[in-house]
């Protein structure tokens, strides 16, 4: 798989490539690329965001500076996908990283401070996405997000098995995950539940799937 994550600040993943799961399949399931809007932006000295028309403080990303870009990096042929990071966009949940995570190519696109010009969402996108409702200074972060949730259900970056039984997957009917514990058994009186050193395995399943559908209820 391909991802494309188009940014002011490439050098903030530098992080996140090399650390686990994405440090396993970089290369080999994905192919992770940093493009920086201000090596193509037309405009000078590198610029590529500007005040808001209407007035207002902060800066937005110029949808010229991002049609640049697109055109520098893809000429014609575009990824299917392609989606602006913004708190506007559809809520990033299990589902959409599945659909994400089979497509073979596509883009990301990250501003900062206030934002991309409306047009850059409306006519050079075909998708945005919010890792929630609330404000941060840029789509680094969001971006990473995205990259890690796809990253994780690519062939080899997980250790066999281990994320059968992660949240929202298939295992626990799309529920969050229950809770774990390890040694020590008591600490401080804080007791493991009897059951998980009963070695009933049986017990133990079914204790793990009801806390998983009381967790997610909640």
Not at 71 to 87: H, S
Not at 148 to 163: F, H, K, V, W, Y
Request: aromatic share 8%; glycine share 10%.
């Amino acid at each position: 798989m391909r991802v494309d994550v188009f940014t002011q600040i490439p050098h903030a993943f530098a992080w996140l490539t090399e650390q686990k799961p994405i440090a396993t399949v970089l290369g080999a399931e994905l192919d992770l690329r940093l493009l920086n809007y201000r090596d193509t932006t037309p405009l000078r000295a590198g610029q590529v965001d500007d005040d808001p028309y209407g007035g207002g403080s902060g800066m937005v990303l110029r949808v010229d500076v991002v049609d640049a870009a697109l055109r520098a990096a893809y000429g014609d042929e575009r990824p299917a996908r392609v989606i602006a990071l913004t708190p506007q966009g559809r809520q990033l949940e299990q589902a959409l990283v599945e659909e994400l995570a089979v497509e073979p190519w596509i883009a990301l696109l990250s501003s900062r401070f206030e934002g991309f010009d409306e047009r850059i969402v409306t006519h050079l996108c075909t998708d945005a996405v919010s890792i929630g409702p609330y404000i941060l200074s840029g789509g680094e972060l969001p971006a990473m997000v995205l990259v890690d949730a796809i990253a994780r259900r690519l062939p080899g970056a997980l250790a066999e098995g281990s994320g059968e039984l992660e949240s929202f997957s298939e295992a626990l009917d799309g529920g969050i995950e229950y809770p774990h514990y390890t040694r020590p058994a008591v600490y401080r009186g804080w007791d493991v539940p009897e059951i998980l050193l009963s070695g009933d395995h049986g017990r133990i399943d079914g204790w793990r799937r009801e806390q998983s559908r009381v967790r997610s209820i909640r």
